[in-house]
């Protein structure tokens, strides 16, 4: 006759993929009619496979090597942080092209404004002279929408007009001169919030590439 504890310690030695001292055929015959036993059994189990990679008859199977179980969880991260950061840069990109569109567009009734009979000539070369601000602002957001990188220059020429147009904009309400140009400075203020998405998407914390050079290897 056997007791629990020779069981048990068998049961123990099994999971630790050792040699348990008792024949298998016994240790299993005392398990299948000792609650005791086999509740020891159970639990032992859970605990292990809690724990570390222990097979469902109790063996257990370490990898051949953790690290590899490491970085392949790790690289999974890295691989579902670069697809979304290409998600972000092709959003991005749309949003450029789209808004280099409307500068052309905008460019283009600036020209077609300055063509009037009636027009005075100082006023047509403001007109076409916008137009060419326009265009320029256009190439450059096509230009970022390629290199992401060259994205803090852009946005420092749209942050100043911004900021310029917004300034002469106060200035014109308060003098009550003119109504303020609410497209114009949505557009600026869209395209620059535009850039700083794109600039974001391209370099911001999620960029697995400059966390993987950041750390060792
Ligand atoms: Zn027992």
Same mark, same amino acid.
């Given at each position: 006759?056997?007791?629990?504890?020779?069981?048990?310690?068998?049961?123990?030695?099994?999971?630790?993929?050792?040699?348990?001292?008792?024949?298998?055929?016994?240790?299993?015959?005392?398990?299948?009619?000792?609650?005791?036993?086999?509740?020891?059994?159970?639990?032992?189990?859970?605990?292990?496979?809690?724990?570390?990679?222990?097979?469902?008859?109790?063996?257990?199977?370490?990898?051949?090597?953790?690290?590899?179980?490491?970085?392949?969880?790790?690289?999974?991260?890295?691989?579902?942080?670069?697809?979304?950061?290409?998600?972000?840069?092709?959003?991005?990109?749309?949003?450029?092209?789209?808004?280099?569109?409307?500068?052309?567009?905008?460019?283009?009734? #600036?020209? /077609?404004? !300055? &063509?009037? @009979?009636?027009?005075?000539?100082?006023?047509?070369?403001? *007109?076409?002279?916008?137009? $060419?601000?326009?265009?320029?602002?256009?190439?450059?957001?096509?230009?970022?929408?390629?290199?992401?990188?060259?994205?803090?220059?852009?946005?420092?020429?749209?942050?100043?007009?911004?900021?310029?147009?917004?300034?002469?904009?106060? #200035?014109? /309400?308060? !003098? &009550?001169? @003119?109504?303020?140009?609410?497209?114009?400075?949505?557009? *600026?203020?869209?395209?620059? $919030?535009?850039?700083?998405?794109?600039?974001?998407?391209?370099?911001?914390?999620?960029?697995?590439?400059?966390?993987?050079?950041?750390?060792?290897?």
């Amino acid at each position: 006759m056997i007791s629990h504890a020779e069981v048990q310690a068998a049961l123990s030695a099994r999971i630790d993929g050792e040699e348990a001292g008792l024949d298998k055929a016994v240790v299993d015959a005392h398990l299948a009619h000792c609650p005791e036993c086999a509740s020891f059994w159970e639990r032992s189990l859970a605990l292990s496979r809690s724990l570390s990679f222990v097979e469902a008859d109790g063996s257990m199977s370490p990898p051949e090597d953790l690290s590899d179980v490491i970085y392949a969880g790790v690289e999974t991260e890295f691989r579902k942080l670069a697809s979304r950061r290409l998600l972000g840069l092709s959003i991005g990109r749309v949003i450029l092209g789209v808004l280099a569109v409307l500068y052309i567009v905008w460019a283009g009734q #600036l020209v /077609a404004g !300055s &063509g009037g @009979a009636d027009m005075d000539p100082e006023m047509a070369s403001l *007109l076409i002279g916008a137009a $060419a601000v326009r265009v320029g602002i256009a190439a450059a957001l096509l230009l970022v929408a390629w290199k992401p990188n060259q994205i803090p220059g852009v946005l420092l020429i749209v942050g100043a007009m911004f900021g310029f147009t917004i300034g002469f904009a106060v #200035l014109d /309400a308060v !003098s &009550g001169e @003119a109504t303020a140009p609410w497209l114009h400075l949505g557009m *600026l203020l869209f395209t620059s $919030a535009a850039l700083v998405f794109m600039w974001v998407a391209d370099r911001g914390p999620s960029n697995p590439l400059r966390t993987l050079s950041a750390g060792p290897q």
